[in-house]
């Protein structure tokens, strides 16, 4: 059987997408590959970040003849203004979406559409943060602990609770560099005034705002997102679905959930369940209902439930032109505002649900914690409806698709570990299996690979091509958000990929029963690596800095990468960047995100923009920290 397997390559990933264009073409409606060729070449000062439009008497642009905007500020000031406004981007945009998790969490009720499903997680939180549970209500103590994670956001002293969860070290680090985050709204709040015109004009302080805003998300607004979103949905635990657009089906109605927050998603496979529902679904004749996901929203699916992954971020616009997609239902993040065009040249029915993301051509339909069964339910029943209205001529289903096998939050990465313990001698709950498979050199090593597509490089080329190379070389792979979809797609998430692993990695995988790449879950539960490199460095003893393990987003696009960077190289893991951080015009912008954080916090960014030169140093990295641990 294991011979027969075979990864899906990128040239097949290719034709596919270039056979849905042929549809594109037909129905006459343009898709990203298209508007690429229109925006390229890009603005080369916007690329190196020496536009500056903070203020009205710009824009200013900074050449050799004109090394100065009309205040003064120099090319290092207007690159590192740019910089800390994308941190700060990044980190409201997380940071919100944890936010809303809370508020459902706060009106979560036993009757109500929201539920406590991990009761134990919510327990051991309420005892962190000192909530009594004693012989109260699930529900009273579910709704303490989320005022408190509201309110943090905007306490008006201290630092953000959740920092400490980190090491002693790093915490005396932060505390030393003054980047220990305080609220997000203040870090958020800090980083635009900081930016506005006459204020912060040295780079230095741009950068340590940057990494201290980027604390705020990863050691904060994330990990409220990522806990509230378990203690509600439930904790992912290893299992097996599929991914890749072959997962659209020709008989079944077809609801592409798309986005981020999976509070629209839990109702939409809620009430696609329903029996009434399913009873209507064969009345049109179709044979069941088919929910699949699409970015992060899919990665939260795909993490909790059986639910299929139909792809990433640059295949928005394709799962429609496969034209049996009957309803596409967004929540917030990364929705291509093309959606709607593209939707209105098929039967496909668009809707919004939040006033965060809203986009002309859709059908608006904001949700909330009390009416989102009725609204998910209407949504459900007009996609069901109309199934019948799809256009043969326009139907291809790309037939690609894989096993992957998902749900490794770090409580699922230790259930597998527990299983290559001896329960008589080791302790059980730990990292300690792993750090033995490091120590010994069966692993090199761990790479948190995570990030969008973007077309700036090839899709989905870097991200595997990069894996494959890694898990040859024995190094063990931990994804989220675009990045897994992309391991999902080649087939790297069936455990079977095993055999393209170096020897010692695979004998990990046959023992612990795991895929070479572990799913971790989507771009907010990167916060789930910073809570798995903590554990490893507190069971191992030594801090996170010393850990053969460094970050990886070759194809990295949005604000919030640039905010995850930041935590990530906060919390002293090296970052290797396969897209340039648009700071390319500031010589001293450069040298503080590559070596100037290495001083601050022990950690910085590396940057290649070619994957075979990008994977060589990050093995290089991972051999050096080995050679300075002694193993
Ligand atoms: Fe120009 Fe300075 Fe205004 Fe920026 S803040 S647009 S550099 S004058
Ligand atoms: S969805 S932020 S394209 S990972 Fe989280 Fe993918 Fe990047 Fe969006």
Same mark, same amino acid.
């Given at each position: 059987m294991s011979q027969e397997f075979k990864l899906t390559t990128v040239e097949q990933m290719e034709a596919d997408q270039a056979r849905l264009r042929e549809t594109a073409a037909q129905v006459g409606i343009d898709t990203w590959q298209d508007r690429v060729k229109n925006q390229t070449p890009h603005c080369g000062f916007g690329e190196k970040g020496v536009c500056c439009r903070i203020c009205a008497m710009g824009p200013c642009r900074i050449t050799p003849k004109a090394p100065?905007?009309?205040?003064?500020?120099?090319?290092?000031?207007?690159?590192?203004?740019?910089?800390?406004?994308?941190?700060?981007?990044?980190?409201?945009?997380?940071?919100?979406?944890?936010?809303?998790?809370?508020?459902?969490?706060?009106?979560?009720?036993?009757?109500?559409?929201?539920?406590?499903?991990?009761?134990?997680?919510?327990?051991?939180?309420?005892?962190?943060?000192?909530?009594?549970? =004693?012989?109260? =209500?699930?529900?009273?103590?579910?709704?303490?602990?989320?005022?408190?994670?509201?309110?943090?956001?905007?306490?008006?002293?201290?630092?953000?609770?959740?920092?400490?969860?980190?090491?002693?070290?790093?915490?005396?680090?932060?505390?030393?560099?003054?980047?220990?985050?305080?609220?997000?709204?203040?870090?958020?709040?800090?980083?635009?005034?900081?930016t506005h015109m006459g204020n912060t004009a040295d780079a230095e302080a741009l950068v340590r705002q940057s990494l201290r805003c980027g604390l705020s998300d990863g050691w904060g607004g994330s990990m409220t997102g990522t806990e509230m979103s378990d203690i509600m949905y439930g904790t992912p635990m290893p299992h097996d679905t599929e991914g890749n657009l072959g997962v659209m089906e020709m008989d079944q109605v077809n609801i592409v959930c798309h986005g981020h927050d999976p509070a629209v998603s839990e109702m939409i496979i809620r009430f696609a369940e329903d029996p009434e529902m399913l009873k209507l679904a064969k009345k049109v004749g179709a044979k069941g209902i088919n929910v699949v996901g699409l970015c992060c929203t899919g990665n939260e699916m795909m993490m909790r439930h059986k639910i299929k992954m139909a792809g990433n971020f640059l295949q928005q616009e394709a799962v429609i032109l496969t034209g049996v997609c009957d309803a596409i239902v967004v929540d917030v993040q990364c929705i291509f505002p093309n959606i709607g065009p593209v939707a209105e040249c098929f039967h496909t029915k668009f809707y919004t649900t939040s006033p965060i993301a809203r986009i002309p051509l859709s059908e608006y339909l904001p949700i909330t914690s009390q009416n989102a069964g009725e609204v998910a339910k209407k949504i459900v029943k007009e996609a069901i409806e109309n199934f019948p209205n799809r256009e043969p001529g326009k139907i291809f289903i790309p037939e690609h698709k894989h096993i992957a096998n998902v749900g490794y939050s770090c409580e699922g990465i230790k259930s597998r570990l527990d299983t290559v313990t001896n329960s008589r001698i080791d302790e059980i709950d730990t990292y300690k299996p792993l750090i033995e498979c490091v120590k010994s050199g069966v692993l090199r090593g761990a790479v948190a690979m995570v990030g969008c597509n973007n077309p700036k490089v090839r899709p989905d080329y870097s991200h595997i091509e990069i894996m494959k190379k890694l898990l040859a070389n024995d190094i063990v792979i931990v994804a989220t958000g675009c990045a897994a979809q992309a391991a999902s797609k080649a087939g790297l998430l069936d455990k079977r990929a095993k055999q393209f692993c170096g020897e010692g990695l695979r004998r990990v995988c046959t023992l612990a029963d795991i895929p070479p790449v572990l799913h971790m879950g989507s771009c907010v539960d990167i916060s789930r690596m910073m809570l798995l490199v903590t554990g490893i460095a507190k069971d191992w003893g030594i801090d996170t800095t010393q850990l053969p393990v460094v970050g990886c987003a070759?194809?990295?696009?949005?604000?919030?990468?640039?905010?995850?960077?930041?935590?990530?190289?906060?919390?002293?893991?090296?970052?290797?960047?396969?897209?340039?951080?648009?700071?390319?015009?500031?010589?001293?912008?450069?040298?503080?995100?590559?070596?100037?954080?290495?001083?601050?916090?022990?950690?910085?960014?590396?940057?290649?923009?070619?994957?075979?030169?990008?994977?060589?140093?990050?093995?290089?990295?991972?051999?050096?920290?080995?050679?300075?641990?002694?193993?």
């Open positions: 100065k905007g009309i205040c003064g500020a120099t090319a290092d000031a207007i690159a590192g203004r740019n910089y800390l406004r994308m941190a700060a981007g990044g980190a409201a945009t997380h940071s919100d979406h944890g936010r809303e998790c809370a508020w459902k969490l706060y009106d979560a009720s036993e009757d109500g559409y929201y539920h406590v499903t991990d009761a134990s997680k919510l327990l051991k939180l309420a005892k962190e943060w000192g909530v009594k549970t =004693d012989g109260r =209500d699930i529900y009273d103590v579910a709704h303490e602990v989320a005022e408190l994670a509201i309110n943090e956001y905007g306490k008006p002293t201290g630092y953000q609770r959740w920092t400490e969860r980190a090491t002693e070290e790093r915490r005396k680090t932060w505390e030393k560099e003054d980047i220990m985050p305080r609220a997000v709204d203040r870090e958020v709040v800090t980083a635009m005034h900081m070759p194809e990295w696009m949005s604000e919030k990468a640039v905010s995850i960077a930041n935590y990530v190289v906060a919390t002293g893991i090296d970052t290797y960047l396969g897209i340039d951080p648009l700071v390319g015009g500031s010589p001293q912008m450069m040298q503080l995100i590559t070596e100037g954080t290495k001083k601050m916090v022990g950690a910085g960014y590396i940057i290649n923009t070619n994957p075979d030169g990008l994977v060589e140093s990050i093995i290089e990295g991972i051999e050096a920290k080995r050679k300075a641990l002694g193993i």
